[in-house]
């Protein structure tokens, strides 16, 4: 079925474009602080549930609820960091992996204390519903929509790391923290400004994926794999490697589960492990 | 400690007393317990059978045959055969349960079942489905469904009525694939012809794809499974958003992709679905009214039972008669004698414990998602009584 | 710019020879300390002391061997596995499939799936112990993962999700059954985790064991100075691969049930957790990780079935802040400042 290679591909872009969004954070501070965050799917949470709740309870609409989870998902980064966070910096990865599980368990238990352990699913505004139907190929919407935020953002966060004077002071923070502190670079107001930029988009990620992945408490544990996937793969430390990897990802998930059905899980994780092997610092490499 | 003479007058109450005792041995309560998820990704399976459950103590009192009922709750926390069979292990050994029930997946269930048999502990199943559970042990019995026993009437009723080439999607696990061979079976049986399938991996984010495939493929309609809950909603979406419906392709299936736990959170984008399944909670009787109050009063107003709740009900409702039969005199042997051919009035409809199997026979019913009074249900048009699991 | 993405820098206790590591695992030192004699006779006592919680402390036992296995590559290589179970799961399923189909003598099944484990770490090792930190920890997350699917799709094999049952497991040594009460399996659990420690002990504090831990601080000097580092990684990886094989067996033979999660996510994750709680590069902290987990997990969900998810994380997070080192890292560095020797 050739004719159906652009809807593949269509729907391919359109899933990574999601994983990347909520995975970008994560690259960037595991890349400055070697900090390994497995809770970063509970800042994706939170953003879900301030989108889902916000429209529910009070009636926010939709597009509404988008720069409002942005901001919750800051928030909550900007207060976890400065307070369970930035002390557990110098220790090992073990470490920070133990602290992020723990935080993510409590995180899942509270959601599910508050708001129940079902499913949450959002009603979108009508015009985000629906396919834009081309001749030869049918669109949806709320895809498109979706690949139109993430091309937004990504042009943005690339005009900050390139254009802006916080932008170069990441940038010098991820490729050499020691040096940069050096020369006088607040490295750790740096990342922690990072963080709390991180934790937004991942909020944002969160609100906009609800209608593609769903919304429930268990929902960070679920992702995790993905989001892991997209930073090692990628190349933690930048923005072209995830965007990379979450492309390709998302195409050949897509394109696996299309045309192979029977492969199943396989074509995601063969992929990964073999890109892995392939390219050990992640896709970014081909960048340099 | 000084003896002191009991003074006479108070021998008679003595005496009274020293005959009551006996007598209170009969009075040691029933104890159950309920083994299934009440955390993690299934944590709504544990929920309604213990609403179920509550349903029924809230409508009958907590005594059976004179003894209390003491309900025990483990948690499974999901798929986890050991812990399952430790906490079972607990139960009967030191805890002494008359009954185990519960268990909402099957693997967990399977595990236990042969401590049932080794413990000689009466097994009440209050949600697992797969057909071979109640062979694997003397000692249970089912009162919930099975997949095949709902799946079935569906591929009869389809090629009943004018659907002739459908494509089969469902998830890639063991339930999975008996729903779609028991559909495929039948409806091959029946003059239909299955037009393409699919496989979808079980930690499923996105059914886009597996949709995208099955329009392309042209069929009248579209035969789903997956677990109840979650999946079901994300398919539904995907089977939205893809305009399928506009394409007038159908969506058939068992009952739990419409699960009454979840439907009405799916919206609009349901109407239309036509499910087979033993219980809606839209299903007209005095015994089902009666559940649903019961139900609402024992867990807050707001939830609505779904097929897990009425297993629940029903199971208790099952123990109760047995031990109301027996006396109180909770004999394994003899409970699971009284198990068989009990039949019972229950929310879903007339339902019996088949002898031969120990498994349930029961109506299953043909439903349409409709609004009725401003909410979603699954209104039922047409049922196939008296359905024993084909899987014996 | 940064070659690669550095490999965050080893947990600062390792290097010093003043640190609780290095301190409990001098290599001249064979001897057992009273404090080790008194944690195998508190656990052989359990067999006595708690009757009712037998089958409890059999998983404990069995979650500890499992640990131990993991802590070899970890704490004493320093390879990240997040695919433990896949060893694990491939050891169950054979002594599973053994019982299954007939051969249930539990002593041979358990060898069996030694070598089965043994036989998936030597196969998976040339892609797992490639590369930094974080490639190894996806890499075998993808294998694990793989292997799931792989048995789910074996479902005419495996029994899939509904897991692997009729299972006829014999009396050991011909004279003792499993019973109900678990004390045959906590005796069988015990006596191998026993075994296999003693095993362990002996190879850490070798010459072997010792590179290791070089190889772990510094992989670069090591090879400089002439040492075969794939080779010892592999052959650790192989032989923490064979003692993660007799776990799994020991769970099938002791629960005559093998589900598909044995080779989950969830249990290599869970794993981990139990091993860093515990404290990495004691062998004791897999052990001691393990118990805390699990009594903690058995306690708090036994009295909250819903939220004790909430309370594990918290104590985990508590772990962090004021047990650095874990469990065993804590206590061995107190005696270390109290002077004990």
Same mark, same amino acid.
């Given at each position: 079925?050739?004719?159906?290679?652009?809807?593949?591909?269509?729907?391919?872009?359109?899933?990574?474009?999601?994983?990347?969004?909520?995975?970008?954070?994560?690259?960037?501070?595991?890349?400055?602080?070697?900090?390994?965050?497995?809770?970063?799917?509970?800042?994706?949470?939170?953003?879900?549930?301030?989108?889902?709740? /916000?429209?529910?309870?009070?009636?926010?609409?939709?597009?509404?609820?988008?720069?409002?989870?942005?901001?919750?998902?800051?928030?909550?980064?900007?207060?976890?960091?400065?307070?369970?966070?930035?002390?557990?910096?110098?220790?090992?990865?073990?470490?920070?992996?133990?602290?992020?599980? /723990?935080? @993510?368990?409590?995180?899942?238990?509270?959601?599910?204390?508050?708001?129940?352990?079902?499913?949450?699913?959002?009603?979108?505004?009508?015009?985000?519903?629906?396919?834009?139907?081309?001749?030869?190929?049918?669109?949806?919407?709320?895809?498109?929509?979706?690949?139109?935020?993430?091309?937004?953002?990504?042009?943005?966060?690339?005009?900050?790391?390139?254009?802006?004077?916080?932008?170069?002071?990441?940038?010098?923070?991820?490729?050499?923290?020691?040096?940069?502190?050096?020369?006088?670079?607040?490295?750790?107001?740096?990342?922690?400004? @990072?963080?709390?930029?991180?934790?937004?988009?991942?909020?944002?990620?969160?609100?906009?994926?609800?209608?593609?992945?769903?919304?429930?408490? @268990?929902?960070?544990?679920?992702?995790?794999?993905?989001?892991?996937?997209?930073?090692?793969?990628?190349?933690?430390?930048?923005?072209?490697?995830?965007?990379? +990897?979450?492309?390709?990802?998302?195409?050949?998930?897509?394109? /696996?589960?299309?045309?192979?059905?029977? +492969?199943?899980?396989?074509?995601?994780?063969?992929?990964?492990?073999?890109?892995?092997?392939?390219?050990?610092?992640?896709?970014?490499?081909?960048?340099? | 400690?000084?003896?002191?003479?009991?003074?006479? %007058?108070?021998?008679?109450?003595?005496?009274?007393?020293?005959?009551?005792?006996?007598?209170?041995?009969?009075?040691?309560?029933?104890?159950?317990?309920?083994?299934?998820?009440?955390?993690?990704?299934?944590?709504?399976?544990?929920?309604?059978?213990?609403?179920?459950?509550?349903?029924?103590?809230?409508?009958?009192?907590?005594?059976?045959?004179?003894?209390? $009922?003491?309900?025990?709750?483990?948690?499974?926390?999901?798929?986890?055969?050991?812990?399952?069979? %430790?906490?079972?292990?607990?139960?009967?050994?030191?805890?002494?349960?008359?009954?185990?029930?519960?268990?909402?997946?099957?693997?967990?269930?399977?595990?236990?079942?042969?401590?049932?048999?080794?413990?000689?502990?009466?097994?009440?199943?209050?949600?697992?489905?797969? !057909?071979?559970?109640?062979?694997?042990?003397?000692?249970?019995?089912?009162?919930?469904?099975?997949?095949?026993?709902?799946?079935?009437?569906?591929?009869?009723?389809?090629?009943?009525?004018?659907?002739?080439?459908?494509?089969?999607?469902?998830?890639?696990?063991?339930?999975?694939?008996?729903?779609?061979?028991?559909?495929?079976?039948?409806?091959?049986?029946?003059?239909?012809?299955?037009?393409?399938?699919?496989?979808?991996?079980?930690?499923?984010?996105?059914?886009?794809?597996?949709?995208?495939?099955?329009?392309?493929?042209?069929?009248?309609?579209?035969?789903?499974?997956?677990?109840?809950?979650?999946?079901?909603?994300?398919?539904?979406?995907?089977?939205?958003? %893809?305009?399928? %419906?506009?394409?007038?392709?159908?969506?058939?299936?068992?009952?739990?992709?419409?699960?009454?736990?979840?439907?009405?959170?799916?919206?609009?984008?349901?109407?239309?679905?036509?499910?087979?399944?033993?219980?809606?909670?839209?299903?007209? !009787?005095?015994?089902?009214?009666?559940?649903?109050?019961?139900?609402?009063?024992?867990?807050?107003?707001?939830?609505?039972?779904?097929?897990?709740?009425?297993?629940?009900?029903?199971?208790?409702?099952?123990?109760?008669?047995?031990?109301?039969?027996?006396?109180?005199?909770?004999?394994?042997?003899?409970?699971?004698?009284?198990?068989?051919?009990?039949?019972?009035?229950?929310?879903?409809?007339?339902?019996?414990?088949?002898?031969?199997?120990?498994?349930?026979?029961?109506?299953?019913?043909?439903?349409?998602?409709?609004?009725?009074?401003?909410?979603?249900?699954?209104?039922?048009?047409?049922?196939?009584?008296? $359905?024993?699991?084909?899987?014996? | 710019?940064?070659?690669?993405?550095?490999?965050?820098?080893?947990?600062?206790?390792?290097?010093?020879?003043?640190?609780?590591?290095?301190?409990?695992?001098?290599?001249?030192?064979?001897?057992?300390?009273?404090?080790?004699?008194?944690?195998?006779?508190?656990?052989?006592?359990?067999?006595?002391?708690?009757?009712?919680?037998?089958?409890?402390?059999?998983?404990?036992?069995?979650?500890?061997?499992?640990?131990?296995?993991?802590?070899?590559?970890?704490?004493?290589?320093?390879?990240?596995?997040?695919?433990?179970?896949?060893?694990?799961?491939?050891?169950?399923?054979?002594?599973?499939?053994?019982?299954?189909?007939?051969?249930?003598?539990?002593?041979?099944?358990?060898?069996?799936?030694?070598?089965?484990?043994?036989?998936?770490?030597?196969?998976?090792?040339?892609?797992?112990?490639?590369?930094?930190?974080?490639?190894?920890?996806?890499?075998?997350?993808?294998?694990?993962?793989?292997?799931?699917?792989?048995?789910?799709?074996?479902?005419?094999?495996?029994?899939?999700?509904?897991?692997?049952?009729?299972?006829?497991?014999?009396?050991?040594?011909?004279?003792?059954?499993?019973?109900?009460?678990?004390?045959?399996?906590? &005796?069988?659990?015990?006596?191998?985790?026993?075994?296999?420690?003693?095993?362990?002990?002996?190879?850490?504090?070798?010459?072997?064991?010792?590179?290791?831990?070089?190889?772990?601080?510094?992989?670069?000097?090591?090879?400089?100075?002439?040492?075969?580092?794939?080779?010892?990684?592999?052959?650790?990886?192989?032989? &923490?691969?064979?003692?993660?094989?007799?776990?799994?067996?020991?769970?099938?033979?002791?629960?005559?049930?093998?589900?598909?999660?044995?080779?989950?996510?969830?249990?290599?994750?869970?794993?981990?957790?139990?091993?860093?709680?515990?404290?990495?590069?004691?062998?004791?902290?897999?052990?001691?990780?393990?118990?805390?987990?699990?009594?903690?997990?058995?306690?708090?969900?036994?009295?909250?079935?819903?939220?004790?998810?909430?309370?594990?994380?918290?104590?985990?997070?508590?772990?962090?802040?004021?047990?650095?080192?874990?469990?065993?890292?804590?206590?061995?560095?107190?005696?270390?400042?109290?002077?004990?020797?």
């Amino acid at each position: 079925m050739p004719g159906s290679l652009p809807g593949v591909l269509f729907d391919g872009v359109a899933y990574g474009s999601l994983l990347f969004l909520m995975s970008v954070g994560l690259s960037v501070t595991m890349g400055m602080m070697n900090f390994i965050n497995l809770a970063h799917g509970a800042f994706a949470m939170a953003g879900g549930y301030v989108c889902a709740l /916000g429209m529910e309870r009070l009636g926010i609409p939709f597009l509404a609820t988008l720069p409002l989870s942005f901001l919750c998902g800051a928030a909550l980064g900007a207060v976890l960091e400065r307070t369970l966070y930035r002390p557990l910096y110098r220790r090992g990865p073990l470490d920070q992996v133990l602290f992020s599980l /723990g935080l @993510t368990l409590m995180a899942v238990a509270a959601t599910t204390w508050f708001f129940g352990p079902g499913q949450r699913p959002v009603r979108l505004p009508s015009f985000l519903l629906g396919q834009l139907h081309l001749p030869g190929l049918d669109l949806g919407v709320y895809r498109l929509f979706l690949i139109a935020v993430v091309a937004a953002i990504t042009v943005a966060l690339v005009a900050l790391l390139r254009g802006t004077r916080f932008g170069a002071r990441i940038r010098a923070s991820v490729d050499d923290a020691r040096t940069s502190a050096g020369l006088g670079i607040d490295v750790h107001r740096v990342f922690a400004l @990072t963080f709390i930029l991180g934790s937004g988009l991942a909020a944002l990620g969160g609100a906009l994926s609800i209608d593609v992945l769903g919304l429930d408490p @268990t929902f960070p544990l679920k992702y995790l794999v993905y989001f892991l996937l997209v930073v090692v793969v990628g190349g933690a430390g930048t923005i072209a490697g995830p965007l990379a +990897a979450s492309m390709v990802l998302g195409v050949f998930d897509v394109a /696996g589960k299309y045309y192979v059905p029977e +492969a199943g899980a396989f074509v995601i994780y063969g992929l990964m492990v073999a890109l892995l092997l392939l390219f050990p610092g992640g896709l970014r490499r081909l960048a340099r | 400690m000084t003896i002191r003479r009991i003074p006479a %007058r108070y021998l008679p109450i003595a005496a009274a007393l020293l005959c009551a005792a006996p007598a209170s041995a009969a009075e040691a309560p029933i104890k159950i317990g309920v083994i299934a998820e009440f955390s993690g990704p299934f944590a709504a399976y544990g929920k309604q059978i213990h609403g179920g459950i509550k349903a029924y103590l809230q409508q009958h009192g907590d005594s059976c045959a004179g003894r209390k $009922v003491e309900i025990l709750l483990k948690d499974t926390t999901g798929p986890a055969p050991e812990v399952a069979k %430790r906490l079972a292990q607990d139960l009967v050994t030191q805890d002494k349960v008359d009954f185990l029930a519960g268990f909402g997946l099957t693997p967990n269930a399977l595990a236990v079942a042969p401590l049932a048999t080794q413990a000689k502990t009466p097994m009440v199943i209050m949600n697992a489905a797969s !057909s071979v559970i109640t062979t694997k042990s003397p000692y249970v019995v089912r009162v919930s469904m099975t997949l095949p026993q709902v799946t079935v009437p569906m591929a009869q009723w389809a090629a009943r009525n004018g659907i002739q080439k459908v494509y089969t999607i469902v998830s890639d696990y063991a339930p999975g694939l008996d729903a779609e061979a028991a559909f495929t079976k039948t409806f091959t049986a029946q003059g239909g012809q299955v037009v393409g399938s699919a496989r979808v991996p079980l930690k499923n984010p996105d059914f886009a794809p597996f949709v995208q495939r099955a329009k392309d493929a042209g069929p009248q309609a579209v035969f789903i499974f997956v677990p109840a809950g979650e999946q079901g909603i994300a398919f539904v979406k995907a089977f939205t958003e %893809r305009g399928l %419906r506009e394409a007038g392709i159908k969506l058939i299936g068992p009952g739990d992709v419409v699960d009454d736990d979840v439907l009405e959170a799916m919206g609009d984008a349901t109407l239309g679905i036509i499910t087979t399944h033993h219980y809606s909670a839209a299903h007209e !009787s005095t015994a089902n009214a009666e559940f649903k109050k019961a139900y609402e009063a024992a867990n807050g107003g707001s939830s609505r039972p779904n097929f897990m709740a009425v297993a629940g009900h029903d199971g208790m409702a099952a123990i109760c008669q047995v031990a109301g039969k027996l006396k109180g005199k909770l004999d394994p042997d003899k409970v699971m004698a009284a198990f068989k051919g009990l039949a019972l009035q229950s929310p879903r409809g007339q339902i019996h414990i088949a002898p031969e199997t120990r498994d349930i026979v029961q109506t299953v019913y043909v439903r349409r998602v409709e609004r009725v009074k401003g909410a979603l249900y699954n209104v039922e048009f047409d049922k196939f009584p008296d $359905v024993k699991d084909p899987g014996k | 710019m940064r070659a690669q993405v550095s490999e965050p820098p080893p947990a600062a206790t390792a290097r010093t020879s003043g640190s609780p590591i290095a301190f409990a695992n001098r290599l001249s030192d064979l001897r057992w300390r009273p404090a080790e004699l008194a944690f195998w006779a508190a656990a052989a006592a359990v067999f006595f002391v708690l009757p009712g919680q037998l089958v409890l402390a059999s998983q404990i036992a069995i979650t500890g061997l499992f640990a131990l296995s993991l802590d070899l590559i970890l704490g004493y290589a320093g390879v990240v596995s997040l695919g433990h179970a896949a060893m694990f799961g491939g050891g169950a399923y054979t002594a599973g499939l053994l019982a299954n189909h007939g051969w249930d003598e539990p002593i041979s099944g358990l060898i069996a799936a030694a070598a089965a484990g043994a036989l998936i770490a030597f196969g998976t090792s040339f892609l797992a112990l490639r590369g930094g930190d974080l490639t190894r920890l996806m890499v075998t997350l993808g294998l694990g993962l793989m292997m799931y699917e792989l048995a789910n799709q074996a479902a005419p094999v495996t029994g899939g999700v509904d897991g692997l049952s009729d299972m006829t497991v014999g009396k050991l040594f011909g004279v003792f059954t499993f019973d109900l009460g678990g004390r045959t399996a906590y &005796a069988y659990s015990l006596v191998v985790t026993f075994g296999v420690f003693c095993l362990c002990r002996r190879v850490v504090r070798s010459p072997f064991g010792l590179s290791l831990r070089g190889i772990r601080d510094q992989p670069v000097r090591m090879s400089a100075i002439g040492t075969p580092v794939r080779r010892r990684l592999t052959a650790v990886y192989t032989l &923490a691969g064979a003692i993660a094989g007799m776990a799994g067996a020991l769970l099938a033979q002791t629960t005559q049930f093998v589900g598909l999660e044995v080779l989950g996510f969830s249990r290599s994750a869970d794993l981990l957790i139990m091993l860093v709680l515990g404290g990495t590069g004691f062998l004791y902290g897999g052990l001691a990780g393990a118990a805390v987990f699990m009594v903690a997990q058995h306690l708090l969900s036994g009295m909250n079935p819903v939220y004790w998810q909430f309370w594990l994380g918290l104590l985990l997070v508590l772990a962090v802040f004021f047990a650095p080192g874990g469990i065993t890292g804590a206590i061995v560095a107190r005696w270390q400042k109290g002077g004990r020797r």
